[in-house]
């Protein structure tokens, strides 16, 4: 299994972002996933989230407009970040599980993890 993230980089105060997840070995039709970040310093926190059964989930600080998506015929997961914050800055994974009925918010759940892609955000 691998998931390569994508879509990071150095972005401004208020500009949106869309970070990819694509995947190999692995159906995000079906399965469960999610998004987690890690802040400089800081532990692993989960961001948003597709349930096994096609519901979308985000954590508090993400609601309002962000999103979660999936396009099954791509085989690839999309999380859109509008209004970025410098405290967006993090390095953000896609994580996956083929066992996991419904969803998790713990980080620890998840059986697939990316590599990560780096998002910068400057003031």
């Known amino acids: 299994v691998q998931l390569v993230e994508s879509g990071g980089g150095l972005v401004q105060t208020g500009e949106s972002l869309t970070l990819s997840c694509t995947a190999s070995g692995f159906v995000f039709d079906g399965n469960a996933m999610i998004w987690v970040r890690q802040a400089p310093g800081k532990e692993r926190e989960a961001v948003a989230g597709i349930g096994s059964d096609g519901s979308p989930h985000y954590a508090y600080f993400m609601k309002g407009g962000n999103t979660v998506s999936s396009d099954n015929a791509k085989n690839t997961t999309f999380l859109q970040i509008h209004n970025v914050k410098p405290e967006d800055t993090a390095v953000y994974y896609c994580?996956?599980?083929?066992?996991?009925?419904?969803?998790?918010?713990?980080?620890?759940?998840?059986?697939?993890w990316g590599q990560g892609t780096q998002v910068t955000v400057s003031s």
């Open positions: 994580q996956g599980d083929t066992v996991m009925n419904g969803f998790s918010w713990y980080v620890g759940a998840w059986t697939y």
